[in-house]
């Protein structure tokens, strides 16, 4: 059983940052990969980052390269999403999701295995 919660979204001008958490309870020792999707209105659910748990292993979408740095706290079972450089087009309701395999990165919705309930970002121009 795992449990995810996101925090740290809100309103911020274009070009400026906010930090998401993710923070993850339970069974955490089965996680070896946490990431970030977003999903904006009337779109699918996107892939933003990921992290691999042991290695510090990072990916990231090609429309978040250089803008965004997604980053891990194995002790306190927290995953971190720094958002900088903002634009409107960021504007999503961004969910922390969690994976218990480790064969490679997935960019897939359905190959993550725990989400949260997602935290808003909206950015103005």
């Known amino acids: 059983q795992v449990q995810l919660v996101e925090s740290g979204g809100g309103l911020v001008q274009a070009g400026g940052s906010l930090r998401l958490s993710c923070a993850a309870s339970g069974r955490t020792f089965s996680l070896y990969t946490m990431g970030w999707f977003r999903q904006a209105p009337g779109k699918e659910r996107a892939f933003v980052a990921a992290i691999k748990r042991s290695r510090g292993n990072t990916y990231y979408a090609d429309s978040v390269k250089g803008r965004f740095t997604i980053s891990g706290d194995n002790a306190k079972n927290t995953v971190y999403l720094q958002m900088n450089s903002l634009k409107p087009e960021d504007t999503a309701v961004y969910y922390c999701?969690?994976?218990?395999?480790?064969?490679?990165?997935?960019?897939?919705?359905?190959?993550?295995?725990?989400w949260g309930q997602g935290t808003q970002v909206t950015v103005s121009s």
């Open positions: 999701a969690a994976r218990r395999s480790d064969y490679e990165f997935s960019v897939h919705v359905y190959d993550y295995d725990y």
